[in-house]
């Protein structure tokens, strides 16, 4: 395992991701983690960038420990200055503050002077690079002991590395796409000099999982958890009912606002296809009940949503409770099982400045803490695209692996206006036909997420000689890769064309179609 130290760059959390691609199992933790209290032996250790400068008053620094653990050091950006500042404070703030692309000249320094481990990190490269910089600060001169192995024409130390020990430190950002052979200073790093295993794979995190939850849960342990149907909540439940069976316990809430025949379909996957323990409650009328007359509010559509779902599922995980209760072959419900992914970990791990406290992780949707329920989140280290992985190799179909994300409100916030049980249907007929003609032109997988809209306005239209004055859906589809940003997606004229008349032919009460063709921003996603 690699430890990785984050100094709260924007840019730690992919140093993982790389590390994760080479097969190479890392954790990342603040950079304030004491040593003695970490309980294992990295093989290396990598300090990452920062947004401080080392030589402010309350600047954070790592501890001094690091460089008794006699392992492989790499310091990036504010990490290389933190080597520095370790071993003779010779940093200063840039004459040029750095930023974007750099050419990076490597300088090889053979067997001779330092035993041949100073070019390990360049080896098998080019001795001109493409790499991003993003620094304001840079070395004055090289700490005692250490040699230059790489420069740019604004940084004479871009790289450095120590002339015994394997300590380097490199002012470029190896993690990021912008330096196209970053990936490779990472492996050689990690590989070559670390000599970490290769070893991480979906299989192994498998194993290695369903051995976890079985110690955590004990012998007659049992486990709660809600599945939407997505994903993640999905392949957390597969897991669980490999580890435990039918002391998982799995509850999908149908809203009265999922797509059309969702739940039926997701009760078919999950009982029939996988095997799982699962509830289905039908809380369709309570939903829609509240959600009368709410009209120009989207956040109250949210948050009567997000409520009653809460409610259910306590009323639900109770009596599962009860009639679980207290039998010979198993105990009382403790856990609640949440589908929290590495993204959201990092999110409350990371570390936010010198004085701040970091957060500790409580993302439990919302679900009240008198439910007194641990947590269980077997997906934790797991990135999306992993996720998926783990999701074939669990036997969850294709179709659900792939499965554009669902926001937890549904469809009640991709209907403008008032949710009614007539409104309900219109959208989601719609919507399955835009989704079943994406998916036949083959273009779901390239599309990160689509829907159609249901317009709080009624237009004129002709039809069978008629004058009607009916309804406007709005399609949406996006292509993005982190949801905060996003591009409208290209379709082909005969594409929608198609899509806008099987519309308006089979769902009644709608007479017009059009396209979004707003990106996010200025836009969102979700059109409330
Ligand atoms: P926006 O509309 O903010 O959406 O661009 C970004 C992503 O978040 C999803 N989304 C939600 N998910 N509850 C959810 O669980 C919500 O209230 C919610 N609002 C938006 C949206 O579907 C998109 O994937």
Redesign the pocket.
């Known amino acids: 395992t690699i430890l990785v130290l984050d100094f709260g760059s924007q840019y730690s959390h992919l140093i993982t991701r790389r590390l994760r691609e080479l097969n190479v199992y890392c954790e990342m933790l603040p950079c304030t983690q004491k040593l003695v209290e970490l309980g294992w032996n990295p093989k290396g250790v990598i300090l990452s960038g920062g947004p401080y400068s080392v030589y402010w008053d309350d600047a954070p620094h790592v501890d001094p420990a690091v460089f008794d653990l006699d392992v492989p050091i790499l310091g990036i950006c504010y990490g290389l200055q933190e080597i520095a500042w370790h071993f003779g404070k010779n940093v200063l703030a840039g004459e040029k503050r750095e930023y974007g692309h750099a050419y990076l000249k490597v300088d090889r320094h053979g067997d001779g002077e330092a035993g041949g481990h100073v070019d390990k990190l360049f080896a098998g490269l080019e001795d001109d690079m493409e790499v991003w910089m993003s620094h304001g600060d840079k070395l004055s001169h090289l700490p005692d002991d250490f040699i230059t192995v790489a420069t740019t024409s604004n940084a004479p130390f871009a790289g450095m590395a120590h002339k015994t020990k394997k300590y380097y430190g490199i002012q470029f950002h190896p993690e990021v796409t912008h330096t196209p052979q970053g990936k490779v200073v990472l492996k050689n790093f990690a590989v070559d000099i670390c000599q970490a295993q290769t070893n991480w794979t979906m299989d192994k995190f498998v194993d290695q999982e369903i051995e976890r939850i079985r110690k955590l849960v004990g012998d007659k342990g049992q486990v709660i958890g809600a599945v939407s149907g997505g994903v993640d909540s999905t392949v957390a439940a597969k897991l669980m009912k490999e580890a435990i069976g039918d002391r998982f316990h799995a509850v999908l809430v149908d809203n009265g606002v999922l797509r059309l025949d969702e739940a039926k379909q997701v009760k078919e996957t999950l009982t029939a296809g996988l095997g799982i323990n699962l509830t289905v409650i039908d809380a369709s009328d309570r939903f829609l009940g509240r959600l009368k007359g709410v009209t120009d509010d989207p956040e109250k559509k949210?948050k009567i949503i997000?409520n009653t779902f809460i409610e259910v599922f306590q009323e639900t995980a109770k009596k599962i409770a009860e009639d679980a209760r207290g039998s010979d072959k198993a105990g009382d419900i403790e856990w609640l099982l949440q589908g929290t992914l590495y993204p959201d970990v990092i999110e409350s791990i990371s570390f936010k400045g010198p004085s701040a406290t970091i957060k500790t992780h409580h993302n439990v949707g919302g679900l009240p803490k008198d439910m007194n329920l641990k947590l269980i989140e077997p997906l934790r280290e797991l990135f999306k695209d992993e996720v998926r992985e783990l999701g074939k190799n669990l036997g969850i179909p294709e179709d659900l692996v792939w499965r554009h994300?669902?926001?937890?409100?549904g469809i009640a916030?991709r209907i403008l206006g008032e949710v009614t049980p007539e409104q309900v249907r219109i959208a989601r007929e719609a919507d399955a036909i835009f989704i079943e003609e994406i998916k036949a032109a083959g273009l779901y997988r390239q599309i990160?997420?689509a829907f159609a809209a249901l317009l709080p306005v009624k237009a004129v239209g002709v039809m069978g000689d008629k004058r009607v004055h009916d309804q406007v859906i709005a399609l949406r589809a996006v292509e993005t890769t982190d949801?905060?940003t996003?591009d409208w997606f290209p379709f082909d004229g005969a594409f929608l064309k198609k899509v806008s008349r099987r519309i308006v032919n089979e769902v009644n009460g709608v007479c017009r179609v059009v396209y979004d063709i707003t990106s996010?921003p200025p836009?969102?996603?979700?059109?409330e």
């Open positions: 949210r997000g994300p669902f926001p937890g409100p916030i990160s997420q949801f905060m996003a996010k836009g969102t996603i979700e059109m």
